[in-house]
């Protein structure tokens, strides 16, 4: 299999927001160069997701975890005591202190406490972060305080302050919340965009990205003013200019503020094609590790490839039976993907199914996480899944190993336990199997 011409026209590369119409890419400045990250390195963020039977996952919220995806937790006492730390002795053996390195700056949201012992803690919006020592609850709290388990069961009607998912009373885990810390005017909306690696601006009707410029288009005809009512006054870093015509248009950190006429969906960004200055308005960009691309295909979405162009794949439990061939139709859930860790792919399956090799220095960072090999090397893992390329695939566009499933049979050791669905028997002994998906690696708010 593999993608034909017209869904090649559409490449996107990031950082930078460098194109290409037909797979070759085309250089260009670094335009995001402004844009601070949405995590500092060693602080990596978890989609909490609910699945139901074989009902598409729903997203719930977003929280922080540290380098491995464990919870990151915040204190009530901190919050009372106005972001200084008060967690010392016993309570710091528990809790440890989510230690800032070394030459580590504040920046965003992002702040360094100090604390009474010396140790600089990162905090998230004012409030300290700590990981816990103990054994994490299973699970994730929903918005409303409901719980999401790895078994995909939800269970209603739980204190969103109890034990189930706290270990300790007074302690929740930390949600990453962008938008708590940037207010909006009217007509605009803050949102993740997968396409665009980043949380940006959208307009509130259409849900179309908005692009920043410093100037006027040309083409008037294939943009549209992000309008801003007569009595608009300015807020943050929006302030509201006026047109030839009279009326007013929002303007971001002094730049103008447009939708392109020749988005037809909200994860569209095809603006960035049409004028040279403009770049999608992003308040923050994901971390993404060099040597790796995000193509954006019309039929597809956004996927991940590496710099050649070569196509990525994750490995997961199955968990929905249709769909997966859609644009945006494919998800996987952080607790379904991180318990199959290198697990999945060893020994001979690494002779078809190459890992994606991280640097011996690779730090994690946002949706990104580093995993040791049993055979010493390092691995990228994005929200939770191994990432591989396929050796079946000889060219850019090639998906030679998309949507296949593979069983997997463990022993009676119990060697590999991975969300059993079924087994055979061999030589009068029964042995468990698990099926495992593989799918080309979306991106996804």
Not at 21 to 47: C, R, W
Not at 324 to 347: L, M
Not at 371 to 379: A, I
Not at 389 to 396: F, Q
Request: glycine residues 10%; hydrophobic residues 35%; charged residues 20%.
């Amino acid at each position: 299999m593999k993608l034909n011409r017209i869904e090649w026209a559409a490449r996107l590369v990031l950082p930078g927001l460098c194109v290409s119409l037909m797979g070759t890419p085309v250089l260009a400045a670094e335009k995001t160069a402004e844009v601070p990250f949405s995590t500092p390195p060693g602080i990596t963020l978890v989609d909490v997701m609910k699945i139901i039977s074989f009902a598409a996952p729903q997203y719930l919220w977003r929280r922080l975890g540290d380098a491995h995806g464990k919870p990151l937790y915040t204190s009530d006492a901190d919050a009372s005591a106005g972001g200084k730390s008060t967690c010392y002795a016993d309570c710091a053996v528990d809790f440890i202190p989510y230690v800032a390195p070394a030459g580590a700056v504040p920046f965003s949201d992002w702040t360094i406490v100090t604390r009474t012992d010396g140790v600089r803690q990162w905090a998230y919006q004012g409030q300290p972060l700590y990981s816990y020592t103990g054994k994490d609850p299973e699970g994730e709290p929903s918005n409303n305080g409901s719980i999401v388990t790895t078994s995909a069961e939800e269970q209603a009607n739980k204190d969103p302050g109890s034990e189930v998912y706290s270990p300790k009373k007074g302690w929740k885990r930390a949600a990453y919340t962008p938008n708590n810390s940037f207010p909006t005017p009217p007509g605009i909306d803050l949102e993740s965009l997968a396409t665009a690696n980043g949380y940006g601006l959208v307009d509130s009707t259409t849900k179309r990205v908005a692009y920043v410029m410093k100037n006027p288009p040309k083409n008037l005809k294939d943009w549209t003013p992000i309008n801003a009512p007569y009595l608009a006054v300015p807020m943050g870093d929006f302030t509201a200019l006026a047109l030839e015509d009279g009326s007013r248009q929002w303007a971001y950190k002094g730049q103008r503020l447009y939708t392109f006429n020749g988005d037809f969906s909200p994860s569209d960004i095809n603006g960035i094609r049409d004028v040279k200055d403009v770049q999608v308005a992003l308040l923050c960009k994901h971390f993404l590790p060099a040597g790796l691309e995000i193509n954006v295909y019309p039929g597809r979405g956004p996927l991940l490839v590496t710099r050649a162009g070569m196509s990525l794949y994750t490995q997961t439990r199955p968990q929905r039976a249709d769909g997966r061939q859609t644009r945006d139709g494919f998800r996987h859930t952080y607790s379904s993907a991180k318990p199959v860790g290198t697990r999945g792919c060893v020994d001979e399956c690494t002779k078809i199914w190459r890992p994606l090799a991280a640097p011996a220095n690779g730090q994690a960072q946002g949706f990104w996480e580093v995993v040791d090999r049993p055979d010493g090397t390092k691995q990228w893992a994005f929200k939770g899944a191994l990432l591989y390329t396929n050796v079946n695939d000889k060219k850019p566009g090639d998906i030679e190993g998309n949507n296949l499933y593979v069983i997997m049979f463990g022993d009676k050791d119990g060697l590999i336990d991975l969300s059993v669905t079924g087994g055979d028997v061999v030589g009068g002994e029964y042995r468990a199997g698990s099926a495992l998906y593989w799918h080309l690696a979306s991106l996804y708010n």
